[in-house]
């Protein structure tokens, strides 16, 4: 079983950045391919990013590429979802998320992940 505990999301105004955590726990973490998705009200939840176990690779949506980046710490057992330039249609629940399988390019975006947080709320108002 793993354990996924988010932090850092807030209120915050468009432009401005924010970076998400997520601590692990109960699993070898270098072992777990990570994910970050975000849930806006009325709407499906979607993939943001995700990083291969090593953190060598990394994947994200269109939506964001070049305004996130997904990184990972092996030794603190945490990754991070750096948000910069955010925008009012950031604005939604952010979860990370945990897969011991592996992380591939071709189907990162519909990737199933067996363990999920219970999420951080960020808000961008304009």
């Known amino acids: 079983q793993v354990q996924l505990v988010e932090s850092g999301g807030g209120l915050v105004q468009a432009g401005d950045s924010l970076r998400l955590s997520c601590a692990a726990s109960?699993?070898?973490?270098?072992?777990?391919?990570m994910g970050w998705f975000r849930q806006a009200p009325g709407q499906d939840r979607e993939s943001v990013a995700a990083?291969?176990?090593?953190?060598?690779?990394?994947y994200y949506a269109d939506f964001v590429k070049g305004r996130f980046t997904i990184s990972r710490d092996n030794a603190k057992n945490t990754v991070y979802l750096q948000m910069n330039s955010l925008k009012p249609e950031d604005t939604a629940v952010y979860y990370c998320?945990?897969?011991?399988?592996?992380?591939?390019?071709?189907?990162?975006?519909?990737?199933?992940?067996?363990?999920w947080g219970q999420g951080t709320q960020v808000t961008v108002s304009s």
């Open positions: 109960g699993r070898t973490f270098s072992g777990l391919t």
């Open positions: 990083i291969s176990k090593p953190g060598a690779s990394t």
């Open positions: 998320a945990a897969d011991p399988g592996p992380l591939f390019s071709f189907n990162w975006f519909s990737k199933s992940y067996a363990y």
